[in-house]
């Protein structure tokens, strides 16, 4: 069982940054690959960035690449999304997901946990 708690989340302008949050409970937060999703409203979640379980291998959706980083800290069972350049259209919900083993996917139905998710809101 694993229990994620995001945080970071806030009101911006166009252009800033924000780094977002996700800390694990748990022992065994590093048997786990780590990903972001975000939904707007009336959109469907959809992920933002995936990481391995030991951060050799990162995934970015097309919208946000160049632009976030997304890095974990096994001994702190933390994951970041450092979130650069916003922009109006990343304005969501954003959630962490966590998916028990190495390799990380693109779908949210093959994750295990999720968190309560965090609102990032950027003005235009």
């Known amino acids: 069982q694993v229990a994620l708690v995001e945080s970071g989340g806030g009101l911006v302008q166009a252009g800033d940054s924000l780094r977002l949050s996700c800390a694990a409970s748990g022992r065994t937060f590093s048997t786990y690959a780590m990903a972001w999703f975000r939904q707007a409203i009336g959109k469907e979640r959809n992920i933002v960035a995936a990481i391995t379980w030991d951060g050799s291998n990162t995934y970015y959706a097309d919208s946000v690449k160049g632009r976030f980083t997304l890095f974990r800290d096994n001994a702190k069972n933390t994951v970041y999304l450092q979130m650069n350049s916003l922009k109006p259209e990343d304005t969501a919900v954003y959630y962490c997901?966590?998916?028990?083993?190495?390799?990380?996917?693109?779908?949210?139905?093959?994750?295990?946990?999720w968190g309560q998710g965090t609102q990032v809101t950027v003005s235009s």
């Open positions: 997901a966590a998916k028990y083993g190495s390799t990380w996917y693109v779908s949210r139905y093959d994750y295990d946990y």
